[in-house]
């Protein structure tokens, strides 16, 4: 008889559930909109309307869907650095935004940078090409889509929380190797951490809340170190089947963001990926989003392994991105 229980949470949906629910998807008013030109305008005026939104927003990433996409934010004219600036102040209002290089990086860009596969300076979203599901090292992540693709570049979500119950119900054999610790790597850009490597269970529920937290690229490069043993087979079979039930059309939700939406994901209970895109030829038109990695004030505790990755694992602590170098 299996020790783990069903998650029993608004957080625990499937594709078409998602789709179907009304608490995620928001249009933004006529007076989100003007506040938001007021921000743009560096007109310094309260904005209750939108800091009302946001803290509605935090409330359905942490006990909600995990999933929050407002639609309509007016960026269409403008510049790159004026729609950064908007983008920090629409996601400060959901947390503090943490580092996401060894550099102090709060917003990062996400499009095709061309680095060869060996470059030390490749990261998945400088690329082009598909990536699999993953959960970034932060609380909650936020993107604005400034420009989209020629073709692909479709967004695919999936809670993390369903993938759990999918395997407590058809595989319950695997289940305990998710919640037991896996090797991670350094990332090749994480240069401000003095550790090589460090363990953090795929599966966790601390203080009644679970957590999911997943980088099968760091877990494979971890394991292929001479200094570290092998990964069992049960453990990659356990790795294997998580990525096989999030590519389940049943399973995760897909779109595709248009200029203007904001997407929020708690990482704790989501795991998302992005198709392989074709870009458009001439540099302006490439695609182009603005990527935020946020620790909100109402994050729940986490397993104390945590510790060494995101620096504290409390509930209500500012943690998560990369040290300084």
């Not at 099968?216 to 200094?227: F, Q, T």
Request: glycine share 6%; net charge neutral; aromatic share 8%.
């Amino acid at each position: 008889m299996s020790v783990f229980s069903i998650i029993d949470s608004p957080c625990a949906w499937k594709g078409k559930e998602l789709s179907s629910r009304s608490d995620w998807q928001i249009s933004l008013t006529e007076a989100h909109i003007k506040e938001i030109n007021n921000l743009i305008s560096g007109n310094n005026q309260e904005a209750p309307s939108l800091t009302q939104l946001l803290s509605e927003t935090r409330e359905i990433l942490e006990n909600g869907s995990g999933v929050v996409l407002i639609r309509n934010c007016p960026i269409h004219d403008l510049n790159e650095p004026q729609a950064k600036k908007i983008f920090s102040s629409i996601t400060s209002q959901v947390g503090t935004l943490v580092s996401q290089n060894s550099g102090g990086q709060l917003i990062f860009s996400v499009r095709d940078s061309g680095y060869k596969e060996n470059d030390p300076r490749s990261r998945g979203p400088n690329t082009r090409k598909k990536l699999s599901f993953h959960s970034d090292r932060c609380d909650v992540i936020g993107f604005l889509c400034l420009k989209q693709a020629l073709s692909g570049g479709e967004n695919q979500i999936v809670s993390s929380a369903a993938i759990h119950n999918y395997l407590l119900d058809n595989e319950p054999e695997l289940i305990k190797f998710l919640y037991e610790p896996y090797y991670y790597k350094r990332h090749n850009v994480d240069t401000g951490n003095e550790l090589p490597y460090c363990r953090q269970p795929i599966f966790s529920v601390t203080e009644g809340k679970f957590a999911c937290n997943l980088l099968r690229v760091l877990i494979d490069r971890a394991y292929a170190m001479p200094e570290l043993p092998n990964m069992s087979q049960e453990q990659k079979r356990a790795l294997d089947t998580i990525e096989e039930i999030a590519s389940s059309p049943d399973m995760h939700f897909t779109f595709r963001q248009s200029p203007g939406d904001i997407l929020f994901l708690n990482n704790w209970i989501t795991l998302h990926r992005r198709s392989e895109f074709v870009d458009f030829p001439e540099p302006e038109k490439k695609r182009h989003i603005l990527r935020a990695w946020i620790s909100p004030p109402n994050n729940r505790a986490i397993d104390p392994l945590f510790g060494d990755n995101y620096g504290d694992y409390r509930a209500g602590r500012v943690r998560g991105g990369m040290r300084p170098e």
